[in-house]
């Protein structure tokens, strides 16, 4: 089975136009999309598969921070009619791995009731393995979830978003949940610089696909807009895309929120030759997607002001001034119910709970050592993360033009 074909710049991406997750129309586009891309049943027979979809946080699905379980019933009835050797269901959010916290993941998120009726059981192995990444250009090696790492297939399950830290979540982010819990905040703290984090994230996708034969699907019937990838605003696109190059799918993601050539991630890919330049010298099959593009798609707040001004600031000094520049998380006093999910989540062990004056307790970011991640923002419960911009980059950006 020749697995590099994922890597080629000219691998299609189907792209079906949904308008809502109506299940007989899911299960269409689902079937189409697989044979648009060569995927068949005889590929499948005897493999160990694993669906990985993207479960970032304990949300029911018309939030749209989630994978919708339309798009994995319909993926699952497919399952069911191949003679595959094991069909797993396997994540890992962005909390702790554990077995109690997939099974509230699984419950809230409509996962098990997805899974019901079907071959494919839920994953509660909570082990991992180290994979070493040869090909890798700034990571080497990464702590893999064991359901992943042995799997002949996979089945990457994402949904589009906009994300404060990489502008968008698509196919590519998506594999971030591979790697497991707690070890997310590790990477982010050895990968706090922008640039490196996302080369990471290619490094990583790369690897997953060379390793595996990956099928990539992107929920974007409904994405999410603002600050995503889990505190934004549902917002319809109304498409369904498959690819076997999560690459170029993520090309076509881009150009459907109106911000091409914006996605860090993308923009590294291409200068690696995974993806072409443009959205337009994709191949693409079924419907067009040009029609389905949201000129108004809102931006999250990290990337929505003095975007140029962010981009050539790294140059400026040395970058010695790029840190101080960069939007910051803030607690809101106001709503901060003190549950400390931030404080558990910062890979930097920047917030504090401290006591309030009415005894309560409350979180604080102290800024020096924050690498600005933004998982507090992403991980709070009740949205009560904002994302600070300096007044001071409307002036550098002025002055830019």
């Known amino acids: ?71 994995l019933r319909a993926l699952l009835s497919f399952l069911d009619t191949c003679d595959c050797a094991d069909v797993v269901i396997a994540e890992s959010s962005g909390g702790p791995y554990t077995e109690s916290a997939l099974k509230s993941t699984y419950r809230v998120c409509g996962i098990e009731a997805a899974a019901e009726g079907h071959r494919a059981h839920l994953n509660y ?15 080497k090696n990464f702590e893999i979830i064991t359901p992943i790492a042995k799997a002949d297939v996979i ?12 502008r968008m ?11 497991p819990g707690l070890t997310k905040f590790e990477f982010h703290a050895r990968f706090s610089d922008y640039a490196d984090f996302n080369s990471m994230i290619v490094d990583l996708s790369s690897l997953l696909h060379r390793r595996a034969l990956t099928v990539d699907f992107c929920d974007a019937v409904v994405g999410m807009e603002g600050n995503g990838p889990t505190g934004g605003t549902p917002r319809k696109i109304g498409a369904l895309l498959c690819s ?14 109106a911000c091409p050539h914006e996605v860090p991630m993308v923009v590294e890919a291409e200068k690696r030759g995974f993806c072409p330049a443009s959205a337009d010298e994709i191949k693409t099959t079924g419907d067009d997607w040009h029609p389905l593009i949201v000129s108004d798609f809102a931006a ?12 050539w600031l790294p140059t400026l000094f040395g970058g ?23 404080v558990r989540s910062c890979p930097v062990h920047t917030i504090t709970l401290e006591k309030r004056k009415d ?16 998982c507090c923002q992403e991980l709070c419960p009740i949205h009560s993360v904002d994302i600070v911009k300096n007044p001071i980059l409307a002036i550098l950006a002025g002055l830019r033009r």
């Open 1 to 71: 089975m020749d697995t590099n074909v994922s890597f080629s710049p000219e691998a299609p991406v189907f792209v079906a136009r949904l308008d809502d997750y109506d299940q007989d129309r899911m299960d269409k586009a689902v079937l189409d999309a697989l044979s648009a891309v060569g995927v068949t049943r005889e590929q499948l027979a005897g493999k160990r598969v694993a669906v990985k979809p993207n479960l970032v946080m304990k949300k029911d699905c018309d939030a749209a921070v989630t994978t919708h379980p339309a798009l």
């Open 125 to 139: 192995d909570v082990s991992s393995e180290t994979v070493s990444a040869p090909d890798g250009k700034t990571s």
């Open 155 to 166: 089945f990457n399950l994402s949904k589009l978003k906009s994300h404060s830290l990489t």
């Open 169 to 179: 979540s698509g196919a590519v982010k998506n594999t971030f949940g591979t790697i």
């Open 244 to 257: 076997r190059n999560p690459f170029c799918l993520d090309r076509i993601g881009e150009a459907l929120l």
């Open 300 to 311: 999250p707040d990290t990337a929505r002001k003095h975007r140029n001004a962010l981009q």
């Open 320 to 342: 010695s001034l790029y840190r101080w520049f960069r939007p910051r998380p803030k607690i809101r006093k106001k709503t901060c119910i003190g549950c400390g999910e931030c």
């Open 359 to 374: 005894g309560k307790k409350q979180a604080l970011i102290h800024p020096g050592p924050c690498i600005r991640c933004f």
